[in-house]
Antibody, heavy 124, light 108 residues
Framework: QVQLVQSGAEVRKPGASVKISCKTS????????IHWVRQAPGQGLEWMGW????????NYVQKFQGRITITRDTSINTLYLELSRLNSDDTAVYFC?????????????????WGQGTLVTVSS | SYDLTQPPSVSVSPRQTARITCSGT??????VYWYQQKPGQAPVLVIY???ERPSGIPERFSGSRSGTNVTLTVSGVQAEDEAEYYC???????????FGGGTKLTVL
């Protein structure tokens, strides 16, 4: 079965960086984009960007440009989100989510499987 | 701020019908997706492409569109349907994902 398993909770000080992982299994990893979505405490969902696990191509929300890096390690079917220059507004649960559309097929971005979420706390 | 507008809350009694709306200037032509999120859990896709229901989602969940308004309908609401519901679409270029602000469905 399809699974996305994320790394554990992290605590960082303001100005630091964090890198969280999302290990996929149960499907052909190259076949679906992986997106990152975050949710601040008590708030809604905020899309951050995607990566094409096959080509490594990626797209980020303008808001995070310069601070965000999404990468992949195809040998272990794992995707990574790194966010730098953290501040208190970055305190959130970060989710990876699989795009429902097979790579190369025309269609919208939407999400059929999600990781369990990783809490990142930024505090001095 | 969000480009997709949802009511903050909807309340219904058990076995009644709940309707949650999502409005946006581009929604007349774009696909819309709905997710259910319970506290402490990841979102779950309940409706895709405005009206389609993924396998495993109960038939009481349905979707519809009228102009720039899209509606998630939960017929015969059950206590287990109490959750936050988010609509999702894309910006005008189709490049970026947009989420609505979320609607808390309370079962009285």
């Amino acid at each position: 079965q399809v699974q996305l398993v994320q790394s554990g909770a992290e605590v960082r000080k303001p100005g630091a960086s964090v890198k969280i992982s999302c290990k996929t299994s149960g499907y052909t990893a190259s076949g679906h984009y992986i997106h990152w979505v975050r949710q601040a405490p008590g708030q809604g969902l905020e899309w951050m960007g995607w990566i094409n696990p096959d080509s490594g191509g990626r797209n980020y929300v303008q808001k995070f440009q310069g601070r965000i890096t999404i990468t992949r390690d195809t040998s272990i079917n794992t995707l990574y989100l790194e966010l730098s220059r953290l501040n208190s507004d970055d305190t959130a649960v970060y989710f990876c989510a699989r795009d429902a559309i097979v790579t190369g097929t025309l269609g919208d971005y939407y999400f059929d499987y999600w990781g369990q979420g990783t809490l990142v706390t930024v505090s001095s | 701020s969000y480009d997709l507008t949802q009511p903050p809350s909807v309340s219904v009694s058990p076995r009644q019908t709940a309707r949650i709306t999502c409005s946006g200037t581009s929604l007349a032509k774009k696909n819309v997706y709905w997710y259910q999120q319970k506290p402490g859990q990841a979102p779950v896709l309940v409706i895709y492409k405005v009206t389609e229901r993924p396998s495993g989602i109960p038939e009481r969940f349905s979707g519809s569109r009228s102009g720039t308004n899209v509606t998630l309908t939960v017929s015969g609401v059950q206590a287990e349907d109490e959750a936050e519901y988010y609509c999702q679409s894309a910006d005008s270029s189709g490049t970026y994902v947009l989420f609505g602000g979320g609607t808390k469905l309370t079962v009285l």
